[in-house]
């Protein structure tokens, strides 16, 4: 209807001038123009002339890049009747006038430079407006690449996602229910419509996060829009209404194998269960295998924050019997373990616990098989070890295991319980374990055998403390004694040395008053055994050598 009523626009514009009038064909419609008036105002199309006056447009623009709403515009700006500019149709509007060369240097107020004002103007400083001229352009998508319009528009966006980072959208916050509406009060107050990058194709977004992640927008904000971006163009499609064609499947592994790419790294970006939705949609899409361990590494990362229904992933390729995808649960296991700080017990001890749950779910089930029960378990125990918890849980497990797997052999229990640590089950699980008439016998054993262990350490962990009690208070007794005996031999010292201060006082005043008596000096030395008067001093006599030989006496 409306390529009809551009015809009939056309044909009335051109009646005038029919010795000029020659046929253009824009797409599947063969159109008739003035080709005078086009070269008056395109420099292109007056080259073409000029080199073949004769030539028919029909071969010199057969291809054309417009559909033929935008060359209406065109026909009508050559006429000299009024175009009527928007937001959805400058940018075809701009390519192909700069296709056409209507620029300044061929003519005055020319298509091109109206073109370009009006987008600078009206599109750049909005948002919305340049979500919705992107969405125009992506019929000429490149050689609106070429022309410069899309860097435009990135660079507006990006500045203006710095300075308010909430165009992308709110970081995501899961209800109760699971999901990530927004709450009612943000929708009541809301001043107008944010239109959203997720309407963009992929082949626009991909650059435009690309772009914004190496300016350093918020991560939480561009991790919120890629998950919306993979819930529009994946999820809601895969609702399992309707068969999805193979092109469309390829399509969808694209997007989400471009998604992973962009979703920056780091903790609690997008909450455990959506990554582990994106996980679910790579496998289901059968993505690469770089795609799927990006995801798992994500996961891995926060694995402390997952729910049991999240690991319970469903298998691509195995055999019938296998319920869960084990390997893949594994592998994720190992990335919590290689990047969580081992200083902070609390994450491994809730990652014991969810996989202590996460054995219990699937225990229940009647077709797993003995060597993926086993398997779960060695993985469970790995979390508990690293969590120092003890063994009852895996007990429980292998318990509720037993109990819908009645038709278990006696080998195969036995089998099942190698993965259970004994020594480091508590006494209650013993109690019941000794009781448990499911268990096998050896494993039955094995449980009274450190229940009397566990009851003898007791024992001489009591004795030992009791001893080393006794020791200690023998030891602090002596301790005591020698502190006192010290402090006895400090008294004697100060009383002596008073008592020698004082003497050291009489003998001055003695010496003074009386000359004769014994000096201060002789009274000390005698005092230590050391008479040195010159009176009471008396040198032994010198003895005389006598020779050996001759007899003869010398002086020494």
């Not at 448990?436 to 009274?448: D, G, I, K, S, Y």
Request: hydrophobic share 35%.
């Amino acid at each position: 209807m409306t390529e009809r009523r551009y015809v009939d626009t056309l044909l009335r514009m051109t009646k005038s001038a029919s010795s000029t009038e020659s046929e253009v064909q824009v797409g599947s419609m063969p159109l008739s123009l003035d080709k005078e008036l086009l070269a008056s105002k395109s420099a292109k199309v007056a080259a073409l002339i000029q080199e073949n006056s004769n030539a028919d447009l029909y071969y010199l623009l057969h291809d054309i890049p417009a559909d033929s709403e935008t060359f209406d515009l065109v026909a009508r700006f050559c006429h000299g009747c009024a175009v009527q500019m928007s937001t959805e149709n400058i940018v075809p509007l701009i390519c192909l006038s700069f296709y056409l060369g209507m620029d300044e240097n061929h003519c005055n107020n020319n298509l091109l430079s109206k073109a370009v004002t009006f987008f600078e103007q009206t599109v750049l400083p909005s948002w919305n407006e340049i979500i919705k001229a992107l969405r125009s352009s992506e019929k000429s998508l490149q050689q609106t690449m070429q022309i410069g319009l899309f860097d435009a528009c990135l660079q507006a966006m990006i500045a203006k996602a710095s300075d308010n980072p909430r165009h992308l959208g709110e970081p995501i916050v899961l209800t109760d229910k699971g999901d990530d509406r927004p709450n009612a009060k943000r929708r009541l107050f809301a001043l107008d419509w944010q239109e959203d990058l997720t309407t963009l194709s992929l082949q626009l977004y991909e650059p435009i996060i690309y772009t914004m992640k190496q300016h350093e927008i918020p991560p939480t904000y561009i991790s919120a829009s890629i998950y919306r971006y993979a819930k529009k163009w994946i999820f809601h499609c895969n609702n399992g209404r309707e068969t999805v064609s193979i092109y469309k499947r390829k399509s969808q592994r694209n997007v989400i194998e471009t998604l992973e790419k962009l979703l920056p790294h780091g903790r609690e970006l997008l909450p455990c269960t959506l990554l582990f939705e994106m996980l679910r949609c790579a496998i289901n899409l059968e993505a690469s295998s770089v795609c799927r361990n990006g995801f798992e590494i994500r996961i891995g990362k926060q694995l402390d924050q997952a729910k049991v229904k999240d690991l319970l992933i469903l298998p691509q390729g195995y055999a019938k019997e296998v319920q869960y995808d084990i390997e893949c649960t594994r592998r994720i296991l190992k990335v919590f373990y290689s990047n969580y700080d081992s200083s902070d017990a609390s994450g491994f001890i809730t990652v014991a616990e969810l996989m202590e749950e996460f054995l219990a779910e699937v225990a229940c089930d009647m077709d797993l098989m003995i060597d993926s029960f086993i398997s779960l378990a060695e993985m469970s125990m790995a979390a508990a070890i690293g969590a120092k918890r003890n063994s009852d849980g895996i007990y429980r497990v292998i318990d509720i295991y037993f109990e819908k797997h009645a038709y278990l052999t006696e080998k195969e229990k036995e089998q099942v319980c190698k993965v259970l640590d004994f020594r480091k089950m508590s006494p209650e699980a013993c109690e019941h374990a000794a009781k448990n008439e499911r268990l096998p016998v050896r494993a039955v054993v094995q449980v009274l055998f450190m229940a009397q262990l566990q009851m003898r350490e007791t024992l001489a962990r009591t004795a030992y403390d009791d001893d080393k009690s006794e020791k200690e208070e023998k030891e602090e007794d002596e301790v005591r004694m020698e502190m006192e005996k010290m402090s006895i031999k400090v008294k004697e010292l100060e009383k002596d040395c008073r008592e020698m201060k004082q003497e050291i006082t009489n003998g001055c005043i003695r010496q003074r008053v009386n000359k004769g008596k014994v000096s201060l000096w002789s009274e000390m030395k005698r005092k230590f055994g050391c008479m040195t008067s010159m009176g009471d001093f008396h040198c032994p006599a010198k003895k005389k050598k006598e020779h050996p030989k001759c007899g003869i006496h010398h002086n020494s």
